[in-house]
T-cell receptor, first 113, second 109 residues
Framework: DGGITQSPKYLFRKEGQNVTLSCEQNLNHDAMYWYRQDPGQGLRLIYYSQIVNDFQKGDIAEGYSVSREKKESFPLTVTSAQKNPTAFYLC????????????FGPGTRLTVL | GQSLEQPSEVTAVEGAIVQINCTYQTSGFYGLSWYQQHDGGAPTFLSYNGLDGLEETGRFSSFLSRSDSYGYLLLQELQMKDSASYFCAALNRDDKIIFGKGTRLHILP
């Protein structure tokens, strides 16, 4: 079955530690996205990538980093510079052409203690 | 800046019709999408408008007016399972997709 996987579902880290969130898709989609969602809030764009080895900052990129070495994978690192990292992180992909549907992974709930 | 505005909450009765509005301000606007999200879950795609006018998908319809920078989602024959948050999202020409803050839909029996 095609889809997007994110792991782990729940993640706990101590303050000051970097943590990497995994996102893998087997939909052969060109574009991939990372969003952050806080309770009762919308989705805020962190980073997105249109093709391999290229990515652009979203609206809240500070304190985060990404890589896109393979078409299938778009990991997100939450660094210690991110002041308030506790949130629900969602990864999405879409074909990158005019068809606009984004497919979302199940999300990772990160808690920094 | 780029932003999308939608009401924070809407309440409707089971079996009725409800409309959720969205106004947007973005550069390089290409189209408007709608997503549904149940508590604790991931958003799922409902509809997309790349052109002005109405798009119908079953009980859900979506409308776009580029000249007014405005769109809406129309839900008909409301069911209790439609209780969720609904987001409008703007696609820009550089593939950037920005979401509104969401509208919480409460359905009364």
């Amino acid at each position: 079955d095609g889809g997007i996987t994110q792991s782990p579902k729940y993640l706990f880290r101590k303050e000051g530690q970097n943590v990497t969130l995994s996102c893998e898709q087997n939909l052969n989609h060109d574009a991939m996205y990372w969003y952050r969602q806080d309770p009762g809030q919308g989705l805020r764009l962190i980073y997105y990538s249109q093709i391999v080895n290229d990515f652009q900052k979203g609206d809240i990129a500070e304190g985060y980093s990404v890589s896109r070495e393979k078409k299938e994978s778009f990991p997100l690192t939450v660094t210690s510079a991110q002041k308030n990292p506790t949130a629900f992180y969602l990864c999405a992909s879409r074909t990158g052409r005019t068809y606009n549907e984004q497919f979302f992974g199940p999300g990772t709930r990160l808690t920094v203690l | 800046g780029q932003s999308l505005e939608q009401p924070s909450e809407v309440t409707a009765v089971e079996g009725a019709i409800v409309q959720i509005n969205c106004t947007y301000q973005t550069s390089g606007f290409y189209g408007l999408s709608w997503y549904q999200q149940h508590d604790g879950g991931a958003p799922t795609f409902l509809s997309y408008n790349g052109l002005d006018g109405l798009e119908e998908t079953g009980r859900f319809s979506s409308f776009l007016s580029r000249s007014d920078s405005y769109g809406y989602l129309l839900l008909q024959e409301l069911q209790m399972k439609d209780s969720a948050s609904y987001f409008c999202a703007a696609l820009n020409r550089d593939d950037k997709i920005i979401f509104g803050k969401g509208t919480r839909l409460h359905i009364l029996p």
